[in-house]
T-cell receptor, first 113, second 110 residues
């Protein structure tokens, strides 16, 4: 059974057109993460929520926003996508305990035309 | 901060053994993870080491030396499906977000 679900799996948008990616989890985990991963690079953390507490990475562009309306769902909003934002976006969750395993969703591949 | 270093690419033959090394620098150690990532897919958890020594799990084993800031992932009896990127990751000190290495792309050839 899927534990971390991401929709859509593939998203195509136009330059400057806002887009929202969604993530849901059935694990009841406290923490949800959003990573950006470009080809042949490590996943780069954009931000994470510990319960309702939002933690933004210092180098995450203002173009990226996130919402977590409840424990199960988390959204990534890209307000004005640029060509450089084309990437795989990975959602992950864990319990928020030191050394806890992160479980990843299948990812959403974003293409910007 | 954290700094993680691992080889970019490796090639090995089907049925052989391969060792993928990872060195790390972290201000507060809270374990080391290995993840496998097939092309176009999400990372999947392989192993977690927090104490020194070797942890064996089927064909995959992971080793940790905290004093040396060093870990390796050992893959035995390689299969074609093991062709993937292998990511080494450590949590930030005092926090849970993982810092990933760039990954080692392993190609298994016949």
């Amino acid at each position: 059974d899927a534990m971390v679900i991401q929709n859509p799996r593939y998203q195509v948008t136009q330059f400057g057109k806002p887009v929202t990616l969604s993530c849901s989890q059935t694990l009841n985990h406290n923490v949800m993460y959003w990573y950006q991963q470009k080809s042949s690079q490590a996943p780069k953390l954009l931000f994470h929520y510990y319960d309702k507490d939002f933690n933004n990475e210092a180098d995450t562009p203002d173009n990226f926003q996130s919402r977590r309306p409840n424990t199960s769902f988390c959204f990534l909003d890209i307000r004005s996508p640029g060509l450089g934002d084309a990437a795989m976006y990975l959602c992950a969750t864990d319990r928020g305990l030191g050394g806890d395993t992160q479980y990843f969703g299948p990812g959403t591949r974003l293409t910007v035309l | 901060g954290q700094n993680i270093d691992q080889p970019t690419e490796m090639t090995a033959t089907e049925g052989a053994i391969v060792q993928i090394n990872c060195t790390y620098q972290t201000s507060g150690f809270n374990g080391l993870f290995w993840y496998q990532q097939h092309a176009g897919e999400a990372p999947t958890f392989l192993s977690y080491n927090v104490l020194d020594g070797l942890e064996e799990k089927g064909r995959f084993s992971s080793f940790l030396s905290r004093s040396k800031g060093y870990s390796y992932l050992l893959l035995k009896e390689l299969q074609m499906k093991d062709s993937a990127s292998y990511l080494c990751a450590v949590p930030r000190s005092g926090n849970t977000p993982l810092v990933f290495g760039k990954g080692t792309r392993l190609s298994v050839i016949a």
